[in-house]
């Protein structure tokens, strides 16, 4: 009797090129030499697993040594690869960049709302209130008409930056 062939099963291969995998690698590396620049109070907010805080305290120490701190962050690298949540962490480090970002952003609009509220007068004042109904009417047309002859007379600025104060609370709300 003849037996019968069994049908090979294809598998599917993913090739990956090894440039794609150095890619990769750097990525990792990038990642672990921005972790290592961080303040200790920032990673601590960061999902690191347990090996992953023991490299960061040899980086600390080592840091000012450049051949051990290089290898120590090729380590660290090493153990993102291994790490489940790398994306959680990336996702952290990115929210902790762009407060900062968004807060610079949110300082620069008050500075610009400020200076125009002071050229402009009465009118931008009414829309400002109505933008932003916890500022009192009264308060900062005072604010704003002090505020321009401090910079028509060049004197010190205590109004100018009291307004910007003003705007600052009532917009952080």
Do not use: C, W
Not at 110 to 119: F, N, P, Q, S, Y
Not at 154 to 172: G, H, R, S, T, V
């Amino acid at each position: 009797m003849a037996k019968k062939k069994k049908p090979l099963i294809e598998e599917e291969i993913i090739y990956v090129s090894k440039s794609e995998l150095k890619r990769e690698a750097m990525q990792y590396h990038g990642l672990g030499a921005e972790i290592a620049k961080m303040p200790k109070k920032q990673r601590d907010r960061l999902p690191l697993n347990h090996d992953l805080k023991e490299a960061l305290v040899v980086s600390d120490k080592v840091s000012d040594k450049s051949d051990a701190y290089r290898r120590n962050l090729n380590y660290i690298a090493k153990v993102l690869r291994t790490t489940e949540n790398v994306d959680e962490i990336q996702a952290m480090i990115d929210i902790m960049l762009n407060k900062n970002n968004q807060a610079d952003v949110l300082m620069n609009k008050i500075e610009t709302l400020r200076d125009d509220l002071i050229k402009q007068g009465d009118d931008l004042i009414n829309s400002t209130i109505d933008q932003y109904p916890s500022l009192e009417r009264q308060k900062m047309r005072q604010l704003v008409r002090s505020a321009a002859k401090e910079v028509k007379a060049e004197k010190p600025a205590k109004n100018y930056k009291e307004l910007f104060q003003y705007l600052k609370d009532a917009i952080m709300l």
